[in-house]
């Protein structure tokens, strides 16, 4: 029996809006019960910053920046492809280890890329400080000649499990569902928001990530 995931498809938003409903998908993962695929946009040239990292201040002029929660380097955002994958405490990929869901996940990817062998295979240690993420390829990145094309990061809670990833080329929303479905076997139903849901959003957002004491509070 084919498995089903939601698929959300959200219009362009700010960086702090965005994070926001991430957060609020993720809190909220185990009510829905099913794996949700989220692809969204950036209003404005945004970038993104590891849950670790300092607050790339230098940029501001230039770029809406806010701290994600989850790890990794920086992301420059508006012309990549981002999605996030949240998935409920009972499912299979929530148990498993960090590098096999974050493998899993990044197969989908590059099989929507039309690179299905194309993970980077190093085991090394993953970079720290200030370093921008595409510039740092880590095992299970997805990679071409040494190029890496996508990259992403995961946080499991006792409420669910939120990876996010961003892929270095645009990608259609159809395109990249095809890769999950190939990789992983799943279909997808369509999905929007609830009330409930977008008022946890907007919460998360006024109270965190449009807020100096998330963006700024390693600096």
């Known amino acids: 029996m084919t498995e089903t995931w939601l698929l959300l498809e959200?219009?362009?938003?700010?960086?702090?809006?965005?994070m926001a409903?991430?957060?609020?998908?993720?809190?909220?993962?185990?009510?829905?019960?099913?794996?949700?695929?989220r692809v969204y946009a950036w209003l404005r040239p945004s970038?993104?910053?590891?849950?670790?990292?300092?607050?790339?201040?230098?940029?501001?002029?230039?770029?809406?920046?806010?701290?994600?929660p989850t790890g990794g380097g920086l992301v420059y955002h508006?012309?990549?492809?981002?999605?996030?994958?949240?998935?409920?405490?009972?499912?299979?990929?929530?148990k498993m280890s960090t590098i096999n869901a974050y493998g899993a996940l990044h197969q989908a990817v590059a099989a929507a890329l039309e690179l299905p062998s194309a993970l980077h295979a190093a085991a090394a240690q993953s970079?720290?400080?200030?370093?921008?993420?595409?510039?740092?390829?880590?095992?299970?990145?997805?990679?071409?000649?040494?190029?890496?094309?996508?990259?992403?990061?995961?946080r499991r809670t006792r409420r669910g499990l939120l990876?996010?990833?961003?892929?270095?080329?645009?990608l259609s929303t159809d395109r990249l569902s095809?890769?999950?479905?190939?990789?992983?076997?799943?279909?997808?139903?369509?999905?929007?928001?609830?009330a409930a849901e977008s008022a946890l959003a907007k919460k998360f957002y006024l109270e965190k990530y449009a807020t100096d004491a998330w963006n700024k509070r390693l600096t």
């Open 178 to 194: 095809a890769g999950f479905r190939q990789v992983l076997g799943v279909e997808f139903q369509a999905y929007e928001l609830t």
């Open 127 to 154: 970079p720290q400080g200030q370093y921008e993420c595409f510039q740092k390829p880590v095992r299970g990145d997805v990679v071409i000649d040494g190029r890496k094309l996508a990259g992403g990061a995961q």
């Open 10 to 18: 959200s219009p362009a938003g700010g960086a702090a809006e965005n």
């Open 47 to 68: 970038v993104s910053f590891g849950y670790f990292q300092k607050m790339p201040a230098h940029l501001a002029a230039s770029y809406d920046l806010v701290r994600r």
């Open 78 to 94: 508006g012309q990549d492809t981002t999605y996030t994958v949240v998935v409920p405490p009972s499912h299979p990929l929530y």
């Open 21 to 37: 409903i991430d957060e609020a998908l993720v809190q909220t993962a185990e009510k829905r019960g099913r794996p949700l695929l």
């Open 163 to 170: 990876h996010q990833g961003s892929i270095a080329t645009s």
